[in-house]
C-alpha cells in the first residue's frame, strides 16, 4: 500500500516537472522545455486523424549532448525545420510508443529554429566622392 502512494507522488511529480535535456525525459511529462538539434527527417506521410481530417505527419530525430529522442511534427512545423537545425522546444509532452519514447508539442507547444546565420558585416562608406 504504502509503495503506492510513492508511485503516485513520483508520476505526479514528473508529469509536471519539465525536462531540460533529453536523458531527463519520462513517459507522461508536460511542459517539457529543450533545445536540440535536428539529426534525421523522415518522409512527410499523409494520414486521417480520428476527427475525420487530412493532416502530414514527420518524425524527426533529434538529439543533444545527454542522447537521443523521436520528435513528431503535424502540418506547418514540417517546413519550419530541416536537418542540422538548432531548435528550442517549449511546452511538449514526452510519451511512449511500441516501447519508443517520443515527444510531441500538442496543441499549446511551440518549436522554435534557432539556427545560427552568419551575419554580414556592415561596410563602412567613405564620404569622398571621385
Known amino acids: ?6 508511485h503516485s507522488y513520483l508520476a505526479k511529480k514528473f ?10 525525459l519520462r513517459a507522461g511529462m508536460s511542459h517539457v522545455t529543450l533545445k536540440a538539434r535536428i539529426l534525421e ?12 481530417n ?6 524527426m ?3 543533444d549532448e ?6 513528431c511534427l503535424w502540418n506547418e512545423q514540417i517546413t519550419d525545420v530541416s536537418i542540422g537545425d538548432i531548435i528550442q522546444i517549449e511546452n511538449a509532452k514526452a ?9 510531441s508539442l500538442g496543441k499549446k507547444g ?12 556592415p561596410i563602412a562608406l567613405s564620404n569622398t566622392a571621385t
Open 110 to 121: 511551440t518549436i522554435n529554429n534557432e539556427t545560427l546565420k552568419p551575419q554580414l558585416k
Open 1 to 6: 500500500m504504502e509503495t503506492d502512494r510513492i
Open 95 to 103: 510519451s511512449m510508443f511500441r516501447g519508443k519514447r517520443f515527444l
Open 61 to 63: 530525430l533529434i538529439g
Open 15 to 24: 508529469k509536471s516537472a519539465g525536462a531540460s535535456s533529453i536523458k531527463d
Open 54 to 59: 487530412n493532416a502530414t505527419v514527420a518524425k
Open 41 to 52: 527527417v523522415a518522409k512527410p506521410t499523409r494520414v486521417v486523424t480520428r476527427y475525420g
Open 66 to 71: 545527454t542522447g537521443t529522442i523521436q520528435l
